[in-house]
């Protein structure tokens, strides 16, 4: 499979948000899966089909129980280190100071960096955007025990379009859960279906909107109504299983969790590939762009290639 | 059956909470169960069995299809009513202004003060505590969606106890759900067998605590190590079911509730009958006992019985 051409960017937006007064919902312009050849595909028909149709797939039995303690321990380490707890890419709980994410975990831990660049996973990015891919944004949540807040419904798209001017759908998230998670605490829930409808959400961002947005999100978020539509019509996914467990998902799949007042906590690393051909440039929303460890821009790095020579 | 004898209550202190700069675990004093006649009793062997080991039980089947209308009709109407909402009795959620929670509705709606005197309920009730009942407080929860907030764990006696002067373990909640419970919007969540340890909590309660602690409990709140004691020796049980189910729970079982970002409200009716014999006194902590409407003092009427002669 050859690498496609370099595709100029729209000049256009389709996918305008925070712009005007009403919510309004945008067919989606761009393929789900990009790639046309079912032979040597990293996935098989029926996942390929799963995926294009929900707008999310779960993988398990990716990783050995080895690599997965390696990661849990890495994970627990990073939290107790005071220096990755004084870096401005961690984020802490409102109220308890507890560590709620760590940002751009691929560049401050060579483990998490070896993860992202792993053929196994490169390989499901690259045949699903049709392109060879680097990484958008990492990060490790924590999603702490004993009150670790809810993340309300949102597109990551939305986010990613309108704060770091990703032009087109072509990107994609993989979710790997180090804890096992259940139905009590406060597991990830997708709307299958939603990637392929975009809410253009109401209202304008604010300046230096992610240092709040990244504790609670308040704009960039879809009305009610849209959501209950949504939601109406596709149901609701509860991204419950054993650790280990990776949930791939579109870059505009609506997903949101509750909070959890269970003991177990619900940790997960995060890695965003985005295809080559679909670079960040100037967002579409009205503010400069967010900092570069939530949204890589000067440090684009293709990684090693699974699929394409 | 007759009705036991009134007991005259304690001097000493035997759930002392919110005293001591350490938390506690202190083991109940207290039966589960105060009847000892199987015959005739309105739940089977196996029922009252399950109630004593994990101090909750699920009752399906108690209300017609018809009679779960009229609640979910009256309860819609109540949450329109623009007298309701600006009553005392009534909570609002912290950022939204919707309605959360409305007390006292057995002697506010005359079809909820019908229900909480059903002989198929105040039989179970005075079956399980062994006397005559009367409804020590009541309420509609309406947990609405997208953004109803948690209830952090906890046990009701604690507050009972505390706040209200309710001398013993004798008392029970029934909460009748009018929505059908899934494990996305926020259910009710308990801790099985957790009923048989009363958790000693920290710190001293604020003047005029209720007024926020109806909307966020922040005191008489159990202590991390306590919860995972109690969640790693029982586990959690999510209170999931179809609408109409009865959710029957002793007052010292822990329970608490996630927050809910789906579109589907979370809502139930709930009473709680206390045992003559147990009828409130001063509090036991240091402030006055809250209001009437959330905790019967002055108004204590016992319910027709529907056991005892």
């Not at 990551?156 to 605490?185: K, V, Y």
């Not at 906590?265 to 890695?271: D, E």
């Amino acid at each position: 499979m050859a690498a496609p051409q370099y595709q100029p960017k729209f000049e256009q937006d389709d996918y305008p948000s925070r712009t005007f007064s009403e919510p309004m919902l945008i067919r989606r312009h761009d393929p789900v899966i990009y790639s046309n050849e079912i032979d040597n595909a990293p996935l098989s028909e029926a996942q390929i089909a799963e995926y294009e149709k929900n707008g999310f797939l779960f993988l398990d039995d990716i990783f050995s129980e080895s690599e997965l303690s390696s990661m849990v321990a890495e994970m627990q380490s990073m939290r107790d280190d005071q220096d990755i707890k004084s870096r401005e890419e961690t984020v802490t709980e409102r109220s308890s100071k507890e560590v709620r994410s760590v940002f751009a975990v691929h560049q401050l831990n060579e483990l998490f960096g070896r993860i992202a660049e792993d053929p196994r996973l490169v390989a499901v990015a690259e045949y699903i955007l049709g392109d060879r891919v680097y990484v958008h944004q990492s990060r490790l949540n924590y999603k702490p025990g004993f009150g670790g807040k809810e993340f309300y419904w949102h597109s990551d798209f939305e986010t990613w379009h309108t704060e770091d001017g990703m032009p087109r759908m072509r990107a994609l998230s993989m979710s790997i859960t180090l804890t096992d998670n259940d139905d009590t605490n406060g597991p990830l829930m997708l709307v299958p279906g939603s990637h392929k409808t975009y809410v253009s959400c109401v209202g304008e961002t604010p300046k230096n909107h992610h240092v709040l947005s990244l504790k609670k999100q308040e704009f960039g978020v879809p009305d009610k109504a849209s959501m209950s539509e949504l939601i109406e019509q596709g149901g609701i996914v509860t991204a419950t299983g054993p650790i280990g467990r990776i949930v791939l998902f579109d870059c505009n799949t609506m997903h949101g969790s509750n909070s959890n007042i269970t003991p177990i906590p619900r940790s997960n690393l995060f890695f965003v590939y985005n295809a080559l051909s679909n670079k960040v440039t100037q967002p579409f929303g009205h503010q400069p762009p967010r900092p570069e460890y939530i949204g890589a821009r000067q440090s684009i790095r293709p990684l090693k290639s699974a699929l394409f020579k």
